[in-house]
């Protein structure tokens, strides 16, 4: 499985600012740093904002900033929100598969809960 640049950009993000130790950072300061796009930037800072994980300051001295502490943001959750996780068209329930004894769903499930686990129970400062 191969994670999104979006979720890439939100464990970037985050570790950026949990290094910071609460300092206020610009998207453009970050983006800089790991030479990524200010604009894809913007959007995965929306994001990590509805979240709860950042908060943003607006004006002069404004920017970005961890809204939890490091320990109690979840890596298993956080992927689980920022990537699409219907690794087969059959993972849609809209899907109308014609292979009824098909065994590629389980097994695919069962990959993708192996990938998941190994995020469960992590949290950001597991890996600061």
């Known amino acids: 499985m191969k994670v999104t640049q ?3 950009f939100s464990f970037r993000l985050l570790l950026f600012l949990a290094r910071g130790q609460g ?3 610009t998207v453009r300061e970050v983006a800089g740093y790991y030479d990524i796009s200010a604009e894809h930037l913007k959007k995965v800072v929306r994001s990590l904002s509805e979240l709860g994980h950042i908060k943003t ?3 002069k001295n404004g920017g970005l900033r961890l809204a939890r502490e490091p320990a109690e943001i979840e890596l298993g959750a ?3 929100h920022q ?3 219907a690794l087969l068209p059959c993972f849609d329930p809209a899907d109308s598969c014609p292979m009824e004894l098909c065994r590629l769903r389980g097994l695919m499930d069962e ?3 192996r990938f ?3 995020f469960d129970g992590k949290t ?3 890996i600061l």
């Open 78 to 80: 956080l992927i689980r």
């Open 23 to 25: 300092r206020i950072v």
């Open 83 to 85: 990537e699409n996780l």
């Open 116 to 118: 998941l686990a190994v």
């Open 124 to 126: 950001l400062a597991d």
């Open 6 to 8: 979006f979720t890439d």
């Open 111 to 113: 990959a993708l809960e």
């Open 57 to 59: 300051v607006r004006g």
